[in-house]
């Protein structure tokens, strides 16, 4: 069973940063895409950011470039997803998604089977 678990959402400052964790457990091949979502009341879900472990290919929605970068710690077999000059309008629920295959371009992935449950990120003065 693959399983995917986010941590580290909390309240932030505007200008302020957090880094949110995706431990990632029951990989049996080395092929495969990590995606970041984020759903806020009302709005769409949105891909913020994805990694292909083919290749390394990142992808960062336009509306975080340069403000959010994704990284792997390897030994831990986590994901992070590193969030700076946060902004009111990233205020959602994050959600940490996984696909096994061997996807190059992770942006092309439309379809992530294993999700986590969320972690809640709240902007605010």
């Known amino acids: 069973q693959l399983h995917v678990v986010e941590s580290g959402g909390d309240l932030a400052q505007p200008g302020g940063s957090l880094r949110l964790s995706c431990a990632a457990s029951g990989f049996t091949l080395d092929y495969y895409v990590i995606g970041w979502f984020r759903q806020a009341p009302g709005k769409e879900r949105e891909r913020v950011g994805c990694?292909?472990?083919?290749?390394?290919?990142?992808n960062y929605a336009d509306s975080v470039k340069g403000r959010f970068t994704i990284s792997k710690d390897n030994a831990k077999n986590t994901f992070y997803l590193q969030m700076n000059s946060l902004k009111p309008e990233d205020t959602a629920v994050y959600y940490c998604?996984?696909?096994?295959?061997?996807?190059?371009?992770?942006?092309?992935?439309?379809?992530?089977?294993?999700w986590g449950q969320g972690t809640q990120v709240t902007v605010s003065s």
């Open positions: 990694f292909s472990s083919v290749g390394g290919n990142i």
């Open positions: 998604a996984a696909v096994l295959g061997t996807f190059r371009r992770c942006a092309s992935i439309y379809k992530y089977d294993y």
